[in-house]
T-cell receptor, first 115, second 116 residues
Framework: DARVTQTPRHKVTEMGQEVTMRCQPI?????VFWYRQTMMQGLELLAY????????DSGMPKDRFSAEMPDATLATLKIQPSEPRDSAVYFC?????????????FGQGTRLTVV | AQKVTQAQTEISVVEKEDVTLDCVYE???????LFWYKQPPSGELVFLIR??????QNEISGRYSWNFQKSTSSFNFTITASQVVDSAVYFC?????????????FGTGTQLKVEL
């Protein structure tokens, strides 16, 4: 049963620390999304990649967030330094894009708490 | 710019009632896709359905049905004979070809509570 795998599932960290979240997309999927979910803002798109190249990261605070795909099986989202307002659930999703058909399958999310 | 509006923040029904979740969208793309996702209390987002902009045929899958009306830019979701297990947050989403790429824009979600 193919699924998107995110690690860690939960992370509690102190303000100022670096946080790295990892995502293993479904094998063969060429599009990867990072979303953030909060009560106030709902689901916000932070960044997305196609064929490992970043296509849009306009939703991401550039000064502290960075997203990369070192290879086709790993996507990372890094926050440095973390702040309490970064507390949220971060979802990774992957999809097989064909003629603009973006059907994304989501991981279980990483619940981040910054204290 | 793309926008998805789910005006119903929360709906409560009694089991076996039918319930319709509304979704209205805005896009300048002529080709686009609409989606519904379910987020149960466990937190993961579960894909339910995808429709493309040139196929307005309604779809039924078991107790679920979807009504896509391009004229009103709506893509509503109906659950027939609701069950407690249907309790979740339901998100409508839109994807279109904008700026050479695709991205999913989500509505704010509708919390559905089905009670005994």
């Amino acid at each position: 049963d193919a699924r998107v795998t995110q690690t860690p599932r939960h992370k509690v960290t102190e303000m100022g620390q670096e946080v790295t979240m990892r995502c293993q997309p479904i094998l063969g999927h060429n599009t990867v999304f990072w979303y953030r979910q909060t009560m106030m803002q709902g689901l916000e798109l932070l960044a997305y990649f196609r064929n490992r190249a970043p296509l849009d990261d306009s939703g991401m605070p550039k000064d502290r967030f960075s997203a990369e795909m070192p290879d086709a099986t790993l996507a990372t989202l890094k926050i440095q330094p973390s702040e309490p307002r970064d507390s949220a659930v971060y979802f990774c999703a992957s999809g097989l894009v064909w003629q603009a058909n973006t059907e994304a399958f989501f991981g279980q999310g990483t619940r981040l708490t910054v204290v | 710019a793309q926008k998805v509006t789910q005006a119903q923040t929360e709906i409560s029904v009694v089991e076996k009632e039918d319930v319709t979740l509304d979704c209205v969208y805005e896009t300048r793309d002529t080709t686009y896709y609409l989606f519904w996702y379910k987020q149960p209390p466990s937190g993961e987002l579960v894909f339910l359905i995808r429709r493309n902009s040139f196929d307005e045929q309604n779809e039924i899958s078991g107790r679920y049905s979807w009504n896509f009306q391009k004229s009103t830019s709506s893509f509503n979701f109906t659950i027939t004979a609701s069950q407690v297990v249907d309790s979740a947050v339901y998100f409508c989403a839109l994807s279109g070809i904008t700026g050479g790429g695709n991205k999913l824009t989500f509505g704010t979600g509708t919390q559905l509570k089905v009670e005994l």
